[in-house]
């Protein structure tokens, strides 16, 4: 079945350092959707990418979609103490296939050292 | 607009029992989903449902089972639990299936002993 790969699973940072994480699906994905979890809370949704080769930007986040579709990446520019947190990636596959489903990357645990 | 809520929010269990868990979705989302949480296996996805019917299903036993109601409203079932089924069980609701983005509960914590 689809598979995502995230890496790093952590990361540790000083405060004011770019982070970035990676995802990588093993088929080709219709979107890939970014989480935030906050220690002890839930998924929060940050965005959604669905084109090839997409860049959207929130403020300090740069998210990007490969041009084959099954990687992605989230990259944080200055980090603040607010940014910790788990960001998870998770790939939807091809409409009515049996990848359908969105599947979750493992996630990276972010701290910040301030 | 509330959010999604799901009851109850803690829970013990023994081995051999079996639990129910409910999820209400955000006012107008049809699409319910749930998901387990551990720290070694992270997110898994275990069914979505939409207008009633399951419309796409992870790779559970079949211990694991889920219904959803004419009001959208969800419930997950699980039997026989065994230790290894200790875990955070989120619900997310979307408006519709494969829509943009879903809407994470704060989940269930369940702990089997």
């Known amino acids: 079945g689809q598979q995502v790969m995230q890496i790093p699973q952590y990361q540790h940072v000083q405060e004011g350092e770019d982070f970035t994480t990676y995802c990588n699906s093993s088929?080709?994905?219709?979107?890939i959707q970014w989480y935030k979890q906050r220690p002890g809370g839930h998924p929060v949704f940050l965005i959604q990418?669905?084109?090839?080769?997409e860049v959207k930007k929130q403020k300090r986040l740069t998210f990007q979609f490969g041009e084959a579709k099954k990687n992605s990446s989230l990259h944080i520019t200055a980090t603040q103490t607010t940014d910790v947190g788990t960001y998870f990636c998770?790939?939807?596959?091809?409409?009515?296939?049996?990848?359908?489903?969105?599947?979750f990357g493992k996630g990276t645990l972010l701290t910040v050292n301030p | 607009k509330a959010g999604v809520t799901q009851t109850p929010r803690y829970l013990i269990k023994t081995r051999g029992q079996q639990v129910t868990l409910s999820c209400s979705p955000i006012?107008?989302?049809?699409?319910v989903s749930w998901y387990q949480q551990t720290p070694g296996q992270g997110l898994q996805f275990l069914f979505e449902?939409?207008?009633?019917?399951?419309?796409n299903k992870g790779n559970f036993p079949g211990r694991f089972s889920g219904r959803q109601f004419s009001n959208s409203r969800s419930e997950m079932n699980v039997s026989t639990l065994e230790l290894g089924d200790s875990a955070l069980y989120l619900c997310?609701?979307?408006?519709?299936?494969?829509?943009?983005?879903?809407?994470f509960g704060p989940g269930t914590r369940l702990t089997v002993t």
């Open positions: 997310a609701s979307s408006l519709r299936t494969g829509s943009a983005e879903q809407y």
């Open positions: 088929t080709t994905l219709s979107n």
């Open positions: 990418l669905v084109k090839s080769g």
């Open positions: 998770a790939g939807r596959g091809s409409h009515g296939g049996s990848n359908y489903k969105l599947t």
């Open positions: 006012s107008g989302h049809r699409s």
């Open positions: 449902y939409f207008s009633e019917t399951q419309r």
